[in-house]
């Protein structure tokens, strides 16, 4: 079963930081880009960042540029997400999927397989 399993998520006041990690059991990650999307309540399911198989390539919306950071650690099958200047309008449940292309190719969901359940991200104060 090739699964991807977020966790990180939390409660945490605006200016805060949470690091989002999404790990793969079943598969390698080594041939396949990452995508983190959000989804707030009442909202569409959004892309924030992507990564593609070895890590020199990445790409955020506009809304977390700066703010957010996304990396990879092939060792630990794991992908991470470091969210920094949190604001409440980055609440959302956070998932992560993956791109079998192996490119960070963007944020159409469509391009994405093997999504995880997702991990709640809470800014307030």
């Known amino acids: 079963q090739l699964q991807l399993v977020e966790s990180g998520g939390g409660l945490v006041q605006p200016g805060g930081s949470l690091r989002l990690s999404c790990a793969a059991s079943?598969?390698?990650?080594?041939?396949?880009?990452i995508g983190w999307f959000r989804q707030a309540p009442g909202m569409d399911r959004e892309g924030v960042s992507c990564?593609?198989?070895?890590?020199?390539?990445?790409a955020y919306a506009d809304s977390v540029k700066g703010r957010f950071t996304i990396s990879r650690d092939n060792a630990k099958n794991t992908v991470f997400l470091q969210m920094s200047g949190l604001k409440p309008e980055d609440t959302a449940i956070y998932f992560c999927?993956?791109?079998?292309?192996?490119?960070?190719?963007?944020?159409?969901?469509?391009?994405?397989?093997?999504w995880g359940q997702g991990t709640q991200v809470t800014v307030s104060s």
């Open positions: 999927a993956a791109d079998r292309t192996g490119y960070c190719s963007g944020f159409m969901t469509h391009w994405y397989s093997n």
């Open positions: 990564i593609n198989s070895i890590g020199d390539s990445t």
């Open positions: 079943g598969f390698s990650l080594d041939d396949y880009g």
